[in-house]
Nanobody, 127 residues
């Protein structure tokens, strides 16, 4: 079984930039859609960004211009860069994978579409 493992979370200050990583062996060059989700205390998991096998990216309207999703096929990793973090970014961040025809992603990014999940990495933003 292939495993998804997030890293890079921690405590940061408002205005800092942060990059989260996800080890995704076997998922970056196959027919998979990869995505980042986040879940704040007391709220549902929400889709942040997704990337298709060919590199096409998809962003939730709420984070356009605020985050950047990317993947490195050679290193089998998925990344999420968050620019100028704010307290509202505090959440558990999860990477996820969905096996799809051609590696395309469904739009919008929703939890039911993804069957493979990492354990999450916590991001806490102080103000």
């Amino acid at each position: 079984v292939r495993r998804l493992v997030e890293s890079g979370g921690g405590s940061v200050q408002t205005g800092d930039s942060l990059t989260l990583s996800c080890a995704a062996p076997g998922y970056t060059s196959r027919n998979y859609c990869l995505a980042w989700f986040r879940q704040a205390p007391g709220k549902e998991r929400e889709g942040v960004a997704a990337i298709e096998s060919d590199g096409t990216t998809i962003y939730d309207d709420s984070v356009k211009g605020h985050v950047t999703i990317s993947k490195d096929n050679a290193k089998n990793t998925l990344s999420l860069q968050i620019n100028s973090v704010k307290p509202e970014d505090t959440a558990m961040y999860y990477c996820a994978a969905a096996g799809t025809s051609g590696g395309y992603c469904y739009r919008p990014i929703t939890v039911p579409a993804f069957g493979f999940w990492g354990q999450g990495t916590q991001v806490n933003v102080s103000s």
